[in-house]
């Protein structure tokens, strides 16, 4: 939305905002990559980058109108999960990728009736509208289904269109596996409940594992269905890229 494509280049590199040093899982840097690729790698210091280049506030309020409804506080270290969000919002703000832009209010109960089969009570209304363009869903579905395709969610893909993203956090106290296809979004948060790290557990491991195994299940008998706004994916303009990496143009 702030006019970056997947294929322009940022800079992977150490950082130093004040005191603090935000660094990479793997504790090495690429220099100069596209956002793609450091989407699907889920590289730190890209996703702080980027939080400074459109600013932490635009991040919050991007959070809210997919329906995140915590109060998070708009510093740059929430673009690596400082911000502390249920599974249910998180799942509920997924939604407008799998279902074409519209943010949606979960629920659990759509109809009551008396014991005679009256109703008492129908669920009325619809979503929150359109809060996601034509153009910037199809760059995210783009760049989240190669999150499964290629990236860091590998072990989640199971044949079907799907997109996702992984999350891991400080010490391995928390580990996410967002995903979804055009049929279900489904997210699993794996973690102690006081807590406590866990022993290398990351969001590209068991949490995709079982998001796995959950999506299966659900699509017995259900057809493979294309992501909203997919499209082709693009040859990258290799030559291009390599001069933009030389010259910075």
């Keep these: 939305e702030a006019g970056y494509g997947p294929l322009d280049l940022v800079t992977d590199a150490p950082l130093k905002i004040g005191k603090w040093k935000p660094q990479n899982f793997s504790g090495t840097y690429e220099g100069p990559v596209t956002y793609e690729d450091a989407f699907v790698k889920s590289i730190n210091t890209v996703a702080v980058r980027v939080a400074q280049q459109v600013g932490p506030r635009a991040v919050v309020a991007v959070a809210h109108r997919l329906g995140i409804t915590e109060d998070l506080k708009p510093d740059l270290s929430l673009a690596l999960g400082s911000g502390e969000v249920t599974l249910l919002e998180m799942t509920s ?6 279902n074409g832009g519209t943010a949606v209010l979960p629920y659990a109960i759509e109809a009551i009736t008396d014991r005679e089969g009256a109703p008492l009570y129908s669920r009325e209304g619809e979503g929150l509208g359109q809060v996601i363009t034509p153009e910037a869903l199809s760059v995210m579905n783009r760049m989240m289904s190669q999150v499964i395709s290629r990236g860091t969610g590998k072990v989640a893909a199971f044949g079907y269109p799907a997109g996702g993203k992984t999350g891991t956090s400080s010490d391995f106290r928390d580990a996410w596996f967002m995903g979804y296809t055009a049929d279900y979004v489904t997210s699993v948060w794996v973690g ?4 406590a790290g866990m022993k ?3 969001g590209g491991g068991l949490p ?3 998001w796995h195994d959950v999506m299966v299940a659900a699509h017995v008998g259900r057809a493979p269905r294309d992501l909203p706004g997919a499209e082709p994916q693009a040859a990258p303009d290799l030559i291009g890229r390599f001069w933009q990496a030389l010259t910075g143009k």
């Design 208 to 210: 995709a594992h079982i």
């Design 192 to 195: 102690n409940d006081a807590g």
């Design 93 to 98: 703000a997924y939604m407008p990728f799998a």
């Design 200 to 202: 290398n557990v990351t």
